[in-house]
């Protein structure tokens, strides 16, 4: 049940040679159809040197094969090739563009490292924090003084009768009137504060003039520093530095805007802490939680009260 090969029927001689016994070799159809190439397109068994197809690896005789530039239909590239997002694609033709990192001119301020997103959020606290720090001491600085208009003045000036005694203590309660209203902690009389405010109460009305600022040039954290009393508050994690300060000039009589106001201490208070609290900016210093103290210096002046208030 083989086939009978005689040496020299093929140029397979020299593989058959080292087989042959006397001449002659018998093998079994199926071993040698498997030793054997054969065509890929006919199937016949190549006893040639067989064609063998760079692109797709099979073999074709010589009747069928095809030039070296031929379309191959089961070119396996195709399908052994990765799929390639576009994104990854364009990722690495931009990486082509930017600088090596073992370029010699590589630009100092490149980097490819992304900035972890918490870098971001901690310094958007910071910038926050400090916004806030600045409003805080921005408060500390005196808004625009109040002066009421006088149309008629009543028989009683403060010259004749000087309340200035009894208008401190009740500035003071009125403005804590105000403070806990907002449930804010009510502020403490403080006696170097109510020397500090006096003394610029009087000094306008001496020198005549109505300005947070002396002829000096000396501002509430100024003054207060040259008395010696100390502008830095500190809250643990925080500071604020100044001091705050409101003034203001509360005739008597028939005044613009407010109405009769009396030669009496306590009318006198309350309307003077009724226009601070109707004006934006001394308002926000009545009702600042940051402040704890308070020094409160009434002078008679003209017809009416140099009033100064000054926080810490």
């Known amino acids: 049940m083989g086939v009978l090969l005689a040496a020299g029927e093929s140029h397979f001689d020299q593989y058959l040679n080292k087989l ?20 890929h397109f006919c199937g016949k068994i190549l006893h040639e040197v067989p064609f063998r197809c760079r692109r797709c690896g099979k073999i074709f005789c010589s009747n069928h094969h095809l030039p ?54 901690i310094v958007g606290a910071a910038i926050l924090i400090g916004v806030y720090f600045l409003w805080i001491n921005l408060a500390s600085v005196a808004p625009e003084p109040i002066k009421p208009v006088v149309n008629f003045v009543d028989a009683y000036t403060a010259k004749s009768v000087d309340h200035s005694i009894e208008i401190e203590p009740l ?18 009389s403080d006696s170097k504060l109510q020397i500090i ?19 000096a040039g000396e501002d509430p954290t100024a003054r207060a520093a040259r ?20 003034i203001g000039d509360m005739a008597v009589g028939n005044v613009e805007g407010i109405g009769f106001v009396p030669n009496d201490p306590d009318a006198i208070a309350k309307a003077m802490v009724n226009q601070w609290m109707n004006s934006p900016g001394h308002r926000a210093n009545i009702l600042n939680a940051q402040y704890s103290r308070l020094g409160v210096g009434a002078y008679p002046h003209g017809q009416g009260y140099l009033i100064t208030q000054d926080f810490w």
């Open 171 to 188: 500035i003071l309660k009125y403005t804590n009137q105000e403070r806990s209203s907002r449930r804010l902690p009510e502020l403490a």
């Open 68 to 121: 070296e530039s031929h379309h191959c239909s089961e070119y396996p590239k195709e399908k052994n090739v990765p799929k390639v997002s576009a994104q990854k694609l364009l990722k690495e033709k931009l990486s082509n563009l930017l600088p090596r990192k073992n370029c010699k001119y590589r630009p100092r301020s490149f980097s490819r490292r992304r900035i972890p997103p918490w870098v971001w959020q």
């Open 197 to 215: 405010a006096r003394d610029h109460s009087r000094d306008m009305a001496v020198n005549n003039f109505f300005n947070h600022v002396n002829p």
């Open 227 to 246: 008395y010696g009393y100390p502008t830095t508050k500190n809250f643990g994690s925080y500071y604020m530095v100044g001091i705050g300060e409101n």
């Open 20 to 39: 042959m016994i006397d001449g002659n070799l018998f093998l079994d159809k199926k071993l040698y159809s498997n030793l054997m190439h054969h065509c």
